[in-house]
């Protein structure tokens, strides 16, 4: 079946460094994308958003670009800080009522 | 306003036994999903109820099966446990649709 991926599993940044994260989807029929964050011992934690009516969204310290002729999404933030330290998954769905598609996840290490 | 809660959030079971988790969303929203998380498969699907109803099922046996209140929390419930249902359980909770937030989750471990 489709499913999210991600290209790298492992990405290690230096502190202030800006961090770019990306994402693979398949499913063409999707149309709402999420970053999620998790760090150890936590629950997945809402990033920011994207809908496919859209190809950039920023927010606080971090943008999100979808580009949908190539089915790519990432995730930048800008500045990147030792709480930045987690596992980060995108996430797709069509429509909103089915249930969200999770990436593998990409662990994020900032270097002091 | 509170989180999603999710109880226990460690439970440790014998092969064969059933377990029953947890979960109270976030005031106001009215619809509760399930996760799974390992780290082999990552974040995958079990089941979306809203206003009592299953409106979404995972790929997942017959043994994983679930449930919701009237008060919108929700239970899930695994029988006959396999060693490899050890997990990482999540419970999410939405108003309607999107943007979910997660719990912290219940960690099974099956001995």
């Known amino acids: 079946g489709e499913s999210v991926g991600l290209h790298l599993p492992t990405l290690s940044v230096q502190e202030g460094d800006n961090s770019i994260i990306n994402c693979a989807y398949s499913?063409?029929?999707?149309?709402?994308f999420i970053w999620y964050k998790q760090e150890s011992g936590k629950g997945p934690q809402f990033i920011i958003d994207?809908?496919?009516?859209?190809d950039k969204r920023q927010g606080q310290r971090v943008t999100v670009l979808l580009n949908k002729t190539v089915k790519h999404l990432s995730l930048q933030i800008a500045a990147t800080q030792p709480g930045d330290s987690a596992v980060y998954f995108c996430?797709?769905?069509?429509?909103?009522?089915?249930?969200?598609?999770f990436g593998k996840g990409t662990r994020l290490s900032v270097i002091a | 306003k509170a989180g999603v809660t999710q109880t226990p959030r460690y439970l440790i079971k014998t092969r064969g036994q059933q377990v029953t988790l947890s979960c109270s969303p976030i005031?106001?929203?009215?619809?509760v999903s399930w996760y799974q998380q390992t780290p082999g498969q990552g974040l995958q699907f079990l089941f979306e109820?809203?206003?009592?109803?299953?409106?979404n099922k995972g790929n997942f046996p017959g043994r994983f099966s679930g449930r919701q209140f009237s008060n919108s929390r929700s239970e899930m419930n695994v029988s006959t446990l396999e060693l490899g249902d050890s997990a990482l359980y999540l419970c999410?909770?939405?108003?309607?649709?999107?943007?979910?937030?997660f719990g912290p989750g219940t960690r099974l471990t099956v001995t």
């Open positions: 005031s106001g929203h009215r619809s």
């Open positions: 499913n063409s029929a999707s149309d709402y």
């Open positions: 996430a797709e769905t069509d429509s909103g009522n089915t249930p969200l598609v």
């Open positions: 109820y809203f206003s009592e109803t299953q409106r």
């Open positions: 999410a909770s939405s108003p309607l649709a999107g943007e979910k937030y």
């Open positions: 994207i809908r496919s009516n859209m």
